[in-house]
């Protein structure tokens, strides 16, 4: 029998990587929780200065002055804006995000609700502008000096100009209305039905084997999707394109290109690297971009996630359920940071030895 041995270098390196990706997880997490409260914080002290009592909103024309306690009391309005927070957070992190004023359920549940309709339209949306956004790059500077770079510059320039609404506006005339191509109305079809399992609609499509409710989930989200990515595609198109054309500008390119190394070679193997590192960290910025974007694309495409519900909330100031919201949208754009940080440590070595 032949024994085998490990490599004691290879098992001794092992370990030191593990525990520093760990204690770089755990850093990111620990420098962004107290962002996260003095986001809550901002958004509570805002919402108590809004000169809108929510009370009188609550109660009939003809309420007592006894009513009028009674409700404040019960809102916990009767006690002072720091109080107020300390009890609000105490909460927020055992989940109770308190009742909603306008129809009394939990805050947490609507919330529960929503958040899956808007996670799906973030994700393809996400994925879409990441892709199409490196595509339209590499295309841009395969084409190099010549005059299709400049039409496409041109052409990216303007586009990054067109905010979503107005997208959303264009993609619908184009597609729903005018070609009839595709559905922009509502998450699915109005004769279909989906079995709720985990609330996300494509998922419990493919989890129940309802092929039909799962074309049609994907091609109600396909638009909406689509508006979120044009958004950051061209920003990121650009940065790929730029960053490519630096990097092609350093020594060691030239120096593959003198010892005969295939352009495809060093595009892949040389290039791409160094310069997905400030497309990725634009990635990151773009996210709070895209998030924020959910707000009127999900009202314009009648989607019933957070952004839909956020606009609801603002109207009837239920000032709960938008401090759930903000949070919410908080939480996430800290995460996607947090996962671009993670991506960045390990395309970069740099970062690696500065930990």
């Given amino acids: 029998m032949t024994a085998v041995y490990s490599s004691p270098a290879a098992s001794d390196g092992l370990m ?6 760990v204690w770089l997880l755990a850093r990111q997490v620990l420098w962004r929780l107290p962002m996260l409260i003095l986001v809550s914080l901002i958004v ?20 007592t002055q006894q009513d009028i306690e009674n409700l ?17 957070l105490k909460d927020a992190f055992q989940g109770d995000f308190g009742i909603s004023i306008q129809n009394g ?28 956004g490196v595509a339209i790059g590499l295309v841009t500077f395969s084409y190099r000096g010549t005059r299709v770079e400049k039409v496409i510059l041109s052409i990216n320039g303007i586009m990054m100009a067109i905010p979503d609404y107005l997208w959303a506006i264009i993609l619908i005339v184009i597609f729903g209305v005018g070609l009839q191509w595709l559905p922009f109305l509502g998450p699915v079809g109005a004769n279909i039905s989906i079995d709720h399992i985990t609330g996300f609609l494509t998922l419990d499509s493919l989890l129940t084997g309802n ?11 396909i638009l909406p999707s689509m508006t979120l990515a044009l958004v950051i595609a061209t920003p990121i198109a650009r940065m790929a394109y730029s960053s490519l054309t630096e990097v092609y500008r350093e020594d060691y390119i ?20 160094n310069a997905s590192l400030p497309t990725v960290s634009l990635v990151g910025v773009q996210a709070s971009v895209i998030i924020g974007g959910t707000l009127l694309i999900e009202s314009i495409y009648g989607l019933p996630g957070i952004g839909s519900l956020m606009i609801k909330a603002m109207r009837s100031f ?35 030895m500065q930990k």
């Fill in 16 to 21: 030191p990587r593990l525990l520093s990706q």
């Fill in 44 to 63: 509570f002290v805002i919402l108590r200065a809004i000169p809108v009592d929510p009370v009188t909103m609550l109660l009939p024309p003809g309420a």
């Fill in 72 to 88: 404040t009391a019960e809102l916990g309005l009767d006690k002072n804006v720091v109080m107020q927070f300390l009890i609000w």
């Fill in 105 to 132: 359920s939990a805050v947490s549940s609507m919330v529960a609700e929503a958040l899956p309709m808007t996670i799906q339209l973030l994700f393809f949306g996400f994925i879409a502008g990441i892709l199409l």
């Fill in 211 to 221: 092929w039909e409710g799962l074309g049609s989930s994907l091609a109600h989200l």
């Fill in 254 to 273: 030239h120096a593959a290109q003198l010892r005969g190394v295939s352009s495809k070679r060093i595009l892949m193997f040389h290039a791409l690297r």
């Fill in 318 to 352: 239920d000032m709960q359920v938008i401090q759930a919201i903000a949070l919410t949208y908080a939480v996430t754009v800290q995460v996607i940071n947090m996962i671009t940080d993670l991506v960045l440590f390990q395309l970069n070595p740099r970062l690696r």
